[in-house]
């Protein structure tokens, strides 16, 4: 099981909606939160984003799909960044699903009772905070003093590494 006592769902897990961003074997835990949040039946919104640079790199895709088909409240999207291109040319990472697919994550990130989930490569994070933070989604993380009065475009790695933290309704692991 996981170490520590913060990437855990809640125990009210039903009373929430869920957006995961996985890349790599990031992937791997959101595998059985979600088999869990499935087989308790939870009406709850279940967002799951991978992310990785080719097809082939997608781990448990068969599952994900299958699960996307077989229940109405979860929805699996990839973010190929290697072998697809977003219409304005750049790569297709899993922030920029928030902006790809607005009726997807507008009504979900808007709502008091959605968590956010991150779990993969280190620096992943960055993107999701900046991208949050540019459409106004503050709720997910807090900053500190040091970036209150700076674009979030103006963010670099650095920045976000040392004043942005993720709020109680975002979980953040790392490698």
């Not at 099981?1 to 995961?20: H, M, Q, T, V, W």
């Not at 088909?69 to 219409?87: C, D, M, V």
């Not at 902006?99 to 280190?122: A, H, Q």
């Not at 979030?152 to 650095?158: A, D, T, V």
């Amino acid at each position: 099981g996981p170490s520590g006592k913060r990437f855990l769902l809640p125990e009210n897990a039903e009373d929430f909606n869920y957006i995961f961003f996985a890349t790599g074997t990031g992937i791997a835990p959101f595998r059985g939160m979600i088999m869990d949040l499935l087989k308790k039946n939870i009406s709850g919104k279940i967002n799951l984003v991978f992310g990785c640079p080719y097809r082939t790199d997608l781990l448990y895709s068969d599952f994900f799909e299958e699960m996307d088909k077989k229940h109405e409240n979860f929805r699996y999207i990839t973010a190929i960044s290697r072998e697809q291109l977003r219409p304005d040319g750049s790569k297709p990472y899993v922030q920029t699903q928030i902006i790809d697919k607005p009726e997807v994550f507008e009504p979900l990130l808007s709502k008091y009772n959605t968590l956010i989930y991150v779990c993969g490569l280190m620096g992943v994070e960055h993107g999701i905070y900046k991208v949050l933070a540019n459409h106004g989604y503050n709720q997910y993380f807090t900053l500190k003093e040091e970036l209150q009065n700076t674009s979030p475009k103006q963010w670099n790695k650095e920045d976000v590494k040392r004043y942005v933290k993720a709020s109680d309704k975002m979980f953040v692991e790392t490698y």
